[in-house]
């Protein structure tokens, strides 16, 4: 873990006009910068940049925050590898906390495998370039394919030497260690202890991590021997290829900005896409999807298109792997190539344009395909007809969404010709059974599932009487306040830290004070908002929000201290995310909006006439969530007595709900 001091560090050194100019092009606005935004397509620039608050902004898409964010956005990095990136930017020494040796030595192994991963690279790629072998036997092979060199060199393609240890000697000469040739399965090491090229006489393919670390490679063989066509890197400490896809590091930004991902099954897919202009596109590398490929897709985007060649019957086989996407909520299509082509050849007699032509006019929704291809194939037998109906149950089953699976359905019984109630019935039942069996994984053994029975094991939720979470329609009242906390927050990172003095929240109008007022006295926005909320019992629901106002109370008086500067520099990415978005003026400084110029300090200046509305705004939010829940019970109540205990309460709730309104000069219009 990256220390507080050199975090602080990091972001002191940071500035946003910088790292953002280093990916597009900035124009001067006033004291600000503008462009067009690299998070969506953006025709006219709406992605700004203050200096001043060394935050950014599209005001478009809504995306934005410090460097930090930008980094961790534009690069899919994680908080701390974005933190790492700027260091290098900007020449500073990341300290990491204290590890343990076994730590250290593992790390350590992880450094030494990725370094001797690009050495290789490197090494494959002269060979592919200066070789005389490699220019006669491995380059031709990419020109045969339609590959321009410029390609070739954008996914660092390269070719192994046909000799049995060329590659093992020229690494240990380098001072590579023979134990990591053998770890990153470079090479192998026979039982007379001879080391031997894992891919001799091979095209190399290098596979990237999002980031752009080379974890693994692909070796195509070019003689006609009797051996696998492609081999590829085994499973290591670096390499699990469960958890990869390849040109996903090349994809990423395209991925991101059109919000969608092409699928294939191989490499040169991949690359043939690419150099027709089409990058938003990764490989499984021509294996069943995984659960770690997929998180990987659903970082960057919902919405998955999956291109298979004319052959139907090889679709079947990747078919449970779709199922696997739909279970994770993305929206899949799936693109039937012309009969011959696969996205390779394809690609290749495309441009960009035609190439989204042919898929907008082709695609089709997975769930309806693979209904139609089922059907196809059962043709008349009522066996066969039934087994299809039950797998495309099954499919429209996983899926989370309600809404989804209810025009699923709708669609299935025009299908089908099979009962709406029916397959609605079905599908419950099995969604029953899905909810079972997620049970069963987190209780296999009996006698836990009786201890369960009796006492919740702590921090494992009890689920046995919990509906799915997509079928649970109760009222979350996180997400009814959230936009009233949010207000507090504003104000609370703002202008936490601000003496505000005689602030009047008396807002019952025959109401004494709750306390007198000194003119001598201070009280701070803070102050301010901590004592209303306590006055009636009521925190935050966000937890983040909570921790944001609790540390704003423990800090506001200390020296220097600013909520603003505080939380955005936080070392939590959730809150520092939080403040930077809430720190954006709603307004950027140019010539349209010169006049808004000075809202902010005209905000100041009315904090007291500002603030105790906002507050009563949420308390009258929560009054209402209270009084919505009251209204439900009733209605579920049948004892008297319990209703009129209710219908008293009810009463209470509604009258001081009447003072909130007349606080809030709410008009009450009377129908006659």
């Given at each position: 873990?990256?220390?507080?001091?050199?975090?602080?560090?990091?972001?002191?050194?940071?500035?946003?006009?910088?790292?953002?100019?280093?990916?597009?092009?900035?124009?001067?606005?006033?004291?600000?910068?503008?462009?067009?935004?690299?998070?969506?397509?953006?025709?006219?620039?709406?992605?700004?940049?203050?200096?001043?608050?060394?935050?950014?902004?599209?005001?478009?898409?809504?995306?934005?925050?410090?460097?930090?964010?930008?980094?961790?956005?534009?690069?899919?990095?994680?908080?701390?590898?974005?933190?790492?990136?700027?260091?290098?930017?900007?020449?500073?020494?990341?300290?990491?906390?204290?590890?343990?040796?076994?730590?250290?030595?593992?790390?350590?192994?992880?450094?030494?495998?990725?370094?001797?991963?690009?050495?290789?690279?490197?090494?494959?790629?002269?060979?592919?370039?200066?070789?005389?072998?490699?220019?006669?036997?491995?380059?031709?092979?990419?020109?045969?394919?339609?590959?321009?060199?410029?390609?070739?060199?954008?996914?660092?393609?390269?070719?192994?030497?046909?000799?049995?240890?060329?590659?093992?000697?020229?690494?240990?000469?380098?001072?590579?260690?023979?134990?990591?040739?053998?770890?990153?399965?470079?090479?192998?090491?026979?039982?007379?202890?001879?080391?031997?090229?894992?891919?001799?006489?091979?095209?190399?393919?290098?596979?990237?991590?999002?980031?752009?670390?080379?974890?693994?490679?692909?070796?195509?063989?070019?003689?006609?021997?009797?051996?696998?066509?492609?081999?590829?890197?085994?499973?290591?400490?670096?390499?699990?290829?469960?958890?990869?896809?390849?040109?996903?590091?090349?994809?990423?930004?395209?991925?991101?900005?059109?919000?969608?991902?092409?699928?294939?099954?191989?490499?040169?897919?991949?690359?043939?896409?690419?150099?027709?202009?089409?990058?938003?596109?990764?490989?499984?590398?021509?294996?069943?999807?995984?659960?770690?490929?997929?998180?990987?897709?659903?970082?960057?985007?919902?919405?998955?298109?999956?291109?298979?060649?004319?052959?139907?019957?090889?679709?079947?086989?990747?078919?449970?792997?779709?199922?696997?996407?739909?279970?994770?909520?993305?929206?899949?299509?799936?693109?039937?190539?012309?009969?011959?082509?696969?996205?390779?050849?394809?690609?290749?007699?495309?441009?960009?344009?035609?190439?989204?032509?042919?898929?907008?006019?082709?695609?089709?929704?997975?769930?309806?395909?693979?209904?139609?291809?089922?059907?196809?194939?059962?043709?008349?037998?009522?066996?066969?007809?039934?087994?299809?109906?039950?797998?495309?149950?099954n499919t429209i089953a996983i899926i989370p969404e309600e809404i989804t699976?209810?025009?699923?359905?709708?669609?299935?019984?025009?299908?089908?010709?099979?009962?709406?109630?029916?397959?609605?019935?079905?599908?419950?039942?099995?969604?029953?059974?899905?909810?079972?069996?997620?049970?069963?994984?987190?209780?296999?053994?009996?006698?836990?599932?009786?201890?369960?029975?009796?006492?919740?094991?702590?921090?494992?939720?009890?689920?046995?009487?919990?509906?799915?979470?997509?079928?649970?329609?109760?009222?979350?009242?996180?997400?009814?306040?959230?936009?009233?906390?949010?207000?507090?927050?504003?104000?609370?990172?703002?202008?936490?830290?601000?003496?505000?003095?005689?602030v009047k929240s008396e807002y019952e109008k025959n109401e004494p004070p709750?306390?007198?007022?000194?003119?001598?006295?201070?009280?701070?926005?803070?102050?301010?908002?901590?004592?209303?909320?306590?006055?009636?019992?009521?925190?935050?629901?966000?937890?983040?929000?909570?921790?944001?106002?609790?540390?704003?109370?423990?800090?506001?008086?200390?020296?220097?201290?600013?909520?603003?500067?505080?939380?955005?520099?936080?070392?939590?990415?959730?809150?520092?995310?939080?403040?930077?978005?809430?720190?954006?003026?709603?307004?950027?400084?140019?010539?349209?909006?010169?006049?808004?110029?000075?809202?902010?300090?005209?905000?100041?200046?009315?904090?007291?006439?500002?603030?105790?509305?906002?507050?009563?705004?949420?308390?009258?939010?929560?009054?209402?969530?209270?009084?919505?829940?009251?209204?439900?019970?009733?209605?579920?109540?049948?004892?008297?007595?319990?209703?009129?205990?209710?219908?008293?309460?009810?009463?209470?709730?509604?009258?001081?709900?009447?003072?909130?309104?007349?606080?809030?000069?709410?008009?009450?219009?009377?129908?006659?």
């Amino acid at each position: 873990m990256i220390d507080q001091f050199t975090i602080e560090k990091i972001q002191s050194a940071a500035q946003i006009e910088q790292v953002v100019s280093d990916f597009i092009t900035l124009r001067k606005r006033g004291v600000n910068y503008v462009g067009l935004c690299p998070f969506h397509d953006d025709k006219t620039p709406s992605f700004y940049v203050s200096p001043a608050k060394n935050i950014c902004k599209c005001f478009a898409c809504g995306e934005g925050g410090t460097p930090v964010h930008f980094i961790m956005k534009h690069e899919q990095l994680s908080y701390s590898d974005a933190l790492k990136y700027l260091a290098k930017k900007y020449g500073i020494e990341v300290k990491e906390t204290e590890q343990t040796d076994e730590q250290k030595q593992m790390q350590s192994d992880r450094d030494s495998m990725f370094i001797l991963n690009a050495y290789a690279q490197k090494a494959f790629t002269s060979n592919l370039f200066e070789h005389l072998e490699g220019k006669s036997v491995g380059l031709p092979y990419f020109h045969e394919r339609g590959f321009r060199d410029d390609i070739i060199k954008k996914f660092q393609l390269g070719y192994s030497l046909d000799e049995k240890d060329a590659f093992s000697r020229q690494a240990i000469k380098a001072g590579y260690n023979p134990s990591f040739l053998e770890k990153t399965g470079l090479t192998v090491i026979n039982e007379n202890q001879s080391l031997i090229d894992r891919f001799r006489g091979r095209v190399m393919f290098p596979v990237h991590t999002l980031s752009g670390k080379i974890v693994a490679f692909g070796g195509r063989i070019l003689k006609n021997e009797k051996t696998a066509k492609y081999i590829n890197s085994p499973e290591s400490e670096i390499y699990h290829k469960g958890n990869e896809l390849y040109g996903i590091f090349f994809a990423r930004q395209a991925i991101v900005k059109q919000d969608r991902c092409f699928l294939v099954e191989g490499y040169t897919d991949v690359i043939s896409m690419h150099q027709a202009g089409i990058e938003n596109v990764v490989a499984s590398s021509g294996t069943a999807l995984t659960q770690g490929q997929i998180r990987l897709i659903h970082r960057l985007t919902n919405n998955v298109t999956v291109l298979y060649d004319g052959d139907a019957a090889g679709i079947k086989a990747a078919l449970r792997g779709i199922d696997l996407l739909l279970e994770a909520g993305l929206n899949i299509k799936i693109v039937l190539l012309p009969e011959g082509e696969d996205p390779d050849s394809f690609a290749r007699k495309q441009n960009a344009s035609s190439f989204y032509n042919f898929i907008q006019e082709h695609e089709a929704d997975f769930v309806r395909f693979k209904a139609g291809l089922l059907l196809e194939e059962a043709g008349n037998d009522p066996v066969k007809k039934s087994q299809t109906v039950t797998e495309i149950v099954n499919t429209i089953a996983i899926i989370p969404e309600e809404i989804t699976r209810l025009v699923y359905i709708k669609e299935c019984s025009r299908l089908t010709g099979v009962d709406e109630g029916t397959l609605v019935r079905t599908i419950a039942k099995k969604r029953q059974e899905i909810l079972l069996q997620r049970k069963k994984t987190l209780y296999p053994d009996p006698e836990a599932d009786y201890q369960q029975e009796n006492q919740a094991p702590e921090n494992i939720p009890d689920l046995r009487e919990t509906p799915l979470p997509e079928d649970n329609f109760n009222f979350d009242k996180t997400v009814t306040l959230d936009k009233h906390e949010k207000n507090i927050l504003y104000y609370v990172i703002r202008y936490g830290e601000i003496d505000m003095t005689n602030v009047k929240s008396e807002y019952e109008k025959n109401e004494p004070p709750k306390k007198e007022v000194n003119k001598d006295d201070s009280i701070y926005v803070i102050e301010y908002i901590v004592e209303e909320l306590e006055h009636d019992d009521l925190c935050l629901t966000h937890p983040v929000y909570r921790q944001m106002l609790e540390e704003t109370f423990l800090k506001y008086k200390e020296q220097g201290f600013r909520a603003e500067t505080y939380f955005k520099n936080h070392i939590d990415p959730k809150i520092s995310k939080i403040a930077a978005e809430l720190s954006t003026d709603k307004y950027i400084e140019s010539k349209i909006h010169s006049k808004y110029k000075n809202i902010q300090n005209e905000e100041e200046k009315r904090l007291k006439d500002i603030l105790p509305y906002v507050v009563i705004n949420y308390k009258n939010a929560v009054l209402q969530n209270t009084i919505d829940e009251l209204n439900r019970q009733m209605q579920k109540e049948e004892n008297i007595e319990q209703n009129s205990v209710l219908l008293k309460q009810l009463f209470e709730l509604n009258e001081k709900k009447k003072q909130f309104a007349l606080y809030l000069r709410e008009r009450i219009v009377t129908k006659m």
